[in-house]
């Protein structure tokens, strides 16, 4: 694949830069991870919510920052004293630390984030200020008015 250099926009642009990093990032070869395994999904016309499948976390060994535009989710199992009677013949459930990065929109927060039968289910609203929303210019009808004299009256 071949790479394009974004560093002539850079220099005529303001306030884009997140944008062409975005693009940039785009780029570069696929480097996602498959684990942990996660839905997103709409719950309503301004809420999402993110469900991770965290098998074997408790509340503890997971954490979720959010931080301009960008959500971290991080869970690190904690060392289990494993008993010296018992070995493992075969080890399926995942036990690594895993750290997942989504990409949030402009005025899209968190607003909790729950843990239920091995899913964690991050809820975000996407809040628009009131500045922003498209509002509504009513139209003045003059018609009752005279009209407007432009010159002055004969004698």
């Given at each position: 694949m071949r790479h394009v250099d974004f560093s002539p926009l850079y220099r005529s642009t303001v306030g884009f830069d997140r944008l062409l990093t975005m693009l940039d990032s785009l780029a570069q070869p696929d480097q996602t991870q498959s684990y942990p395994p996660y839905n997103i999904e709409r719950t309503g016309e301004t809420t999402y919510r993110i469900t991770m499948a965290i098998a074997g976390f408790d509340e503890t060994e997971i954490s979720i920052e959010a931080r301009e535009h960008a959500l971290t989710v991080k869970g690190e199992k904690a060392d289990e004293d494993s008993s010296e009677n018992s070995e493992f013949l075969y080890r399926g459930i995942a036990k690594r630390a895993f750290e997942r990065r989504f990409q949030l929109a402009e005025h899209v927060e968190v607003t909790g984030a729950s843990l239920r039968n091995g899913l964690l289910h991050i809820d975000l609203v996407?809040?628009?200020?009131?500045?922003?929303?498209?509002?509504?210019i009513a139209i003045s009808n003059e018609t009752g008015l005279k009209p407007k004299q432009i010159e002055a009256n004969q004698a």
């Open positions: 996407r809040e628009i200020p009131e500045a922003m929303k498209p509002r509504k």
